[in-house]
């Protein structure tokens, strides 16, 4: 579990590197924790499939302690929207304290399942009356705090907040705490921006177009404070969302945005479920990365995004696991692919040419749109980027006489077994053999913060 050294020399049985296997490849580790050209000393045999750690590009922390806490029927058609007074009651308990002590189990449980890097969409700022902290920023350094234990990257985006709908209306009362003006929510920008490192970015989040006016988020896209940097936002998740913006604006969501916004590389567009073939064709044109959490828009009954022309048109997209109701990257990919086979009653949809492989092609994908949206150097295994990289379990009979050919597409669909064995996170290994290093403690103290919140 100690720090790796200087340089540190592996040789991988199979490596994933350029998108595709390499078998018998070596590369190096430096003392920052990057990727390094291989260097002459003995390398560390590292037998078995080695690959890019997947980033996660959507992440509200704190949801993953009410995870199987909003399954039963209530007394009419339940939805997003009933299943998110649920989430409000539960957020109204949340203090700076009890944050940390999920973020940090969520991290460690990330880590084991492959994610090495998380982008966390931030609304949870103020008091639960809307009265700020004494320490403004108090629940965003509880999140940084939990990346630092675990061990993960952390891309951290602080959500700007506003009315509580497309028509303008004030925040409700359990809105309240997520609320900013814009000059508050740049004070917060630039004190997070000054605690940047190799293993933090700070950017930026519009909750959705019906939280933030436009004349409120455009002040913020045009400040000195967001020149540069990752931005995200929730849109088209929800029909009910689309026919507020018709209604309101007389534009479906991402149709209005494009219309009012300079949406390129540095955009990201969660769930974007709902898209016209239009839609889809823009979005793929501006290079934006479509944020998708396949296992949460299905347990929200959100829909289903258009995959296959979405890839067609050579878009961008990245995985994230949301609410958490699952972690895990393999389910988040299986369950993209697997919406897309049960819509259009087809298999291997992802896969848009003959011969490819849906695993290839998903994994790929993923880590390119996640790196992106991130904006950290993540997402391969190439000179100077980090070295966050995990190992599967050669001795699975699951992996047993697999190849290049098929290894991947067993990893994705062949079962639940837990395939990911080591985790390397910075040029730090923070799993080995299945165990977190700071597991039991991270756990305990996790526990404990669910008692308290049950007595609460």
């Not at 009356?129 to 629940?139: F, R």
């Not at 605690?195 to 933030?212: Q, T, Y």
């Not at 919406?339 to 993923?366: I, K, M, P």
Request: with cysteine; net charge negative.
């Amino acid at each position: 579990m100690s720090n790796v050294p200087a340089v540190y020399t592996f040789k991988a049985r199979h490596l994933w590197q350029a998108a595709a296997w390499h078998g018998e490849a070596a590369f190096s580790v430096d003392d920052r924790g990057r990727i390094a050209a291989a260097s002459a000393e003995s390398p560390q045999l590292l037998d078995s499939w080695v690959l890019p750690g997947m980033p996660n590009l959507h992440s509200h922390a704190f949801q993953r302690a009410m995870a199987g806490l909003a399954e039963r029927r209530g007394p009419g058609d339940d939805s997003f929207w009933t299943w998110r007074e649920t989430m409000y009651g539960f957020a109204a308990r949340i203090d700076p304290e009890t944050l940390q002590a999920i973020a940090a189990q969520l991290y460690v449980e990330m880590l084991k399942a492959g994610y090495t890097q998380v982008c966390e969409f931030h609304y949870l700022h103020h008091q639960p009356d809307g009265t700020p902290y004494a320490q403004p920023e108090a629940m965003s350094l509880a999140l940084i705090e939990a990346a630092r234990e675990a061990g993960i990257a952390l891309t951290l985006l602080p959500v700007l907040y506003v009315s509580g709908g497309f028509d303008g209306r004030p925040l409700s009362q359990r809105q309240r705490r997520f609320g900013h003006d814009v000059d508050s929510y740049l004070s917060l920008l630039a004190s997070l921006r000054k605690l940047e490192n190799d293993n933090l970015r700070v950017g930026a989040a519009l909750h959705s177009l019906r939280a933030v006016p436009e004349q409120i988020w455009r002040k913020v896209i045009e400040s000195e404070a967001l020149k540069s940097g990752p931005i995200h936002i929730h849109i088209a998740e929800q029909i009910g969302e689309v026919q507020d913006c018709l209604a309101t604006r007389g534009a479906r969501p991402v149709e209005w945005l494009f219309n009012h916004a300079q949406v390129d590389k540095r955009w990201c567009l969660v769930h974007a479920t709902h898209l016209t073939d239009a839609e889809t064709a823009q979005l793929a044109r501006s290079g934006a990365i479509a944020g998708l959490c396949p296992t949460t828009e299905a347990n929200l009954g959100d829909g289903l995004f258009p995959l296959a022309h979405y890839l067609d048109a050579a878009g961008t997209l990245g995985i994230g696991s949301d609410s958490h109701i699952s972690i895990s990257p393999v389910e988040e990919l299986r369950w993209l692919e697997y919406g897309q086979r049960l819509s259009t009653r087809h298999r291997n949809v992802a896969a848009r040419r003959a011969e490819d492989s849906v695993g290839e092609t998903l994994w790929r994908a993923a880590l390119k749109g996640g790196a992106q949206a991130a904006d950290l150097p993540i997402g391969s295994l190439a000179e100077a980027q980090r070295a966050d990289f995990i190992v599967l379990d050669h001795e699975s009979p699951l992996l047993a006489a697999r190849d290049e050919r098929s290894a991947m597409d067993s990893f994705l669909f062949a079962g639940n077994t837990p395939l990911v064995r080591h985790v390397m996170a910075g040029g730090r290994w923070v799993v080995r053999d299945f165990q977190h290093r700071d597991e039991a403690r991270i756990a305990a103290r996790y526990r404990m913060a669910m008692k308290r919140l049950t007595e609460a």
